[in-house]
Structure formats: C-alpha cells, structure tokens
C-alpha cells in the first residue's frame, strides 16, 4: 500500500536525503568554476555541468535504493519502473541563479503516483506522496508527505491568512520558451497595478515553497514542467494552500495558480479574465 503513513514516512525519507546529498554536490561544485554546458528550448535555457551531474547522482541512488520505481527528471530520458511510484527530480531548480551566483536554487525531489506505472505519468492525474526541496546555499530544507504536513527544518508550516490582492505580494516567473514571454510580460504590466508587489524570485519550487512558509502570499506561472511542480506543490497544499489551474482545471503547464484558500480565487479570475492561460 504506497500511501499508507509508514511508506509515505519512507518516501520523505528518501526525498530529504536525496535533495541533501545532490544540494552538497552542486554547492561544493560551485565554488570551482561554473560554465553553460549547453542550451536548450532557447538561448536563455541554460544547462550546467552540474545539473548533469546532479541528476545522475539522484539516478543512481534512485536505482540503488528504490529499483522497481520509475525516474522522470529534466535532464535524462523517463526510466520506466514496475512498483506504480514515480520519482520526479528537478536536480537543480533555478539554474540561472546557479551560474550567477545567487542563493536562490535548491534540488527537488518527488514521488508520485499515477494511473500508468508505465508510461511517464500525466501530473493532472497523479497524486504526490512525499516531496523534498533542499535550497543548500542557506540550508533551507522543505519536506512534505500526504497527510503528513509540511515542515521547514523540521517545523510545522501553515499557510498565511487570506488577504485582497492588492495588499498581497505575488511570486511568478517567466519560462524560457521565448515564444510565451511577451504574454508574460502583458500579463504583468496588467497585474502590476492591483498588487502589493510581484517577486521572480527565478525557482519555481522554492516559490510554492514561499506560499507554505508565507513568504509570498500568492505565486502563478504558466508553463511549469512536472520536476518544477512536484515536490513545492505537495509542500504548500500540505501546508494548507490551494494549488490550483484555471477554469475549473488543476494546475497544469498552462497555469498553476498558488495561495491560501480564500486568497487565491481573486487572482484565479483575475488571470482567468486576461486568458493568462493561452498564448494568444
Ligand atoms: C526554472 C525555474 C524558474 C521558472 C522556470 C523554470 P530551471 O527551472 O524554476 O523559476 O520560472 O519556468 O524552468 O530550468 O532553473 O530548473
Ligand atoms: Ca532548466
Ligand atoms: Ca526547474
Ligand atoms: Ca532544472
């Protein structure tokens, strides 16, 4: 049974050390020098030699510690497994701060389960089960398992109170598919004005993150991927926050909406009114 408490105890356990070990392997490889190995969807999609070598390093120990379970991870092929759970990994979230030499990155680690043990599952169909997001510049280390809670360094997190837009302050980021920026951009000039502030921060776990300690009181992004999601999602609604697409849709690639209950419908409509969620 993969959810019942004592394996959903397990999993976290298996999180938090992975996203520990990973997080010390790319902040020790920081300090030697820190290149662009290659780009990706754009020329602002970047990836370093140590996001390569962070998700080999989480493979590995994947395949050591949990061999019948399938691994979907941003920078390697899906590893299809056999026992329903899917690792999701995201080995360095925020990898432009990462070669800038900003503290805002951590490694995500997640394991969910779906309707196809298969085939790599359909996150507006699977349910997480245990989630970690290591930020290991300031030692920050988030862990969440259903129904378990969410904790930062081993203390309870609970959302904050529902508060108006316009005294919230907002967390979102942009993508690099250049395509979808100038959307972005129009979306914002229009938020702009009815907020507290608006924070990108530039990593999106440690955004859903910020919802459960309540550091931003609001975050949305369209075009999340699965590894950006995973682990920060479990970690704020285990905390009480509604993560949310729009529409009456869940979180999905093209919008995930985060916050407290009673907070997060006002942006939900406000992004629904705009169509924040096509490209048009
Ligand atoms: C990115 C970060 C960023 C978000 C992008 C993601 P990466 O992940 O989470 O904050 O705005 O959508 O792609 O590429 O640094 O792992
Ligand atoms: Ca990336
Ligand atoms: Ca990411
Ligand atoms: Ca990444």
Same mark, same amino acid.
């Given at each position: 049974?993969?959810?019942?408490?004592?394996?959903?105890?397990?999993?976290?356990?298996?999180?938090?050390?992975?996203?520990?070990?990973?997080?010390?392997?790319?902040?020790?490889?920081?300090?030697?020098?820190?290149?662009?190995?290659?780009?990706?969807?754009?020329?602002?999609?970047?990836?370093?030699?140590?996001?390569?070598?962070?998700?080999?390093?989480?493979?590995?120990?994947?395949?050591?510690?949990?061999?019948?379970?399938?691994?979907?991870?941003?920078?390697?092929?899906?590893?299809?497994?056999?026992?329903?759970?899917?690792?999701?990994?995201?080995?360095?979230?925020?990898?432009?701060?990462?070669?800038?030499?900003?503290?805002?990155?951590?490694?995500?680690? =997640?394991? /969910?389960? $779906?309707?196809?043990?298969? +085939? @790599?599952?359909?996150?507006? !169909?699977?349910?997480?089960?245990? &989630?970690? #997001?290591?930020?290991?510049?300031?030692?920050?280390?988030?862990?969440?398992?259903?129904?378990?809670?969410?904790?930062?360094?081993?203390?309870?997190?609970?959302?904050?109170?529902?508060?108006?837009?316009?005294?919230?302050?907002?967390?979102?980021?942009?993508?690099?598919?250049?395509?979808?920026?100038?959307?972005?951009?129009?979306?914002?000039?229009?938020?702009?004005?009815?907020?507290?502030?608006?924070?990108?921060?530039?990593?999106?776990?440690?955004?859903?993150?910020?919802?459960?300690?309540?550091?931003?009181?609001?975050?949305?992004?369209?075009?999340?991927?699965?590894?950006?999601?995973?682990?920060?999602?479990?970690?704020?609604?285990?905390?009480? =926050?509604? /993560?949310? $697409?729009?529409?009456?849709? +869940? @979180?999905?690639?093209?919008? !995930?909406?985060?916050?407290?209950? &009673?907070? #997060?419908?006002?942006?939900?409509?406000?992004?629904?009114?705009?169509?924040?969620?096509?490209?048009?």
């Amino acid at each position: 049974n993969p959810d019942s408490p004592d394996q959903v105890r397990t999993l976290v356990e298996v999180a938090e050390a992975l996203a520990r070990e990973a997080g010390a392997l790319i902040r020790d490889g920081r300090r030697q020098l820190v290149t662009v190995a290659a780009t990706k969807s754009s020329d602002q999609d970047v990836v370093t030699a140590m996001d390569l070598a962070s998700e080999s390093l989480l493979r590995s120990r994947l395949a050591e510690l949990r061999p019948h379970d399938a691994i979907l991870g941003e920078e390697e092929a899906f590893r299809p497994g056999t026992s329903g759970i899917t690792w999701v990994v995201d080995p360095i979230d925020g990898t432009v701060n990462y070669l800038y030499g900003s503290s805002a990155y951590a490694v995500s680690v =997640a394991a /969910v389960i $779906g309707p196809d043990p298969v +085939a @790599a599952p359909d996150p507006a !169909t699977w349910t997480a089960l245990a &989630g970690c #997001v290591h930020a290991p510049e300031d030692g920050r280390t988030f862990t969440a398992g259903r129904g378990l809670g969410a904790t930062l360094d081993g203390t309870a997190l609970r959302v904050g109170p529902a508060r108006p837009l316009i005294d919230s302050l907002v967390g979102t980021g942009f993508g690099y598919v250049a395509s979808r920026r100038r959307v972005q951009g129009r979306i914002v000039a229009e938020l702009l004005p009815q907020v507290r502030d608006i924070r990108r921060v530039g990593c999106a776990s440690l955004d859903l993150c910020a919802i459960a300690a309540g550091t931003l009181d609001l975050y949305y992004e369209r075009g999340l991927q699965p590894w950006d999601v995973a682990a920060g999602a479990l970690v704020a609604q285990e905390a009480g =926050a509604l /993560v949310t $697409g729009l529409r009456g849709q +869940a @979180a999905q690639e093209s919008m !995930t909406v985060a916050g407290p209950p &009673g907070r #997060v419908e006002e942006l939900r409509a406000f992004l629904e009114a705009l169509d924040a969620d096509s490209d048009g």
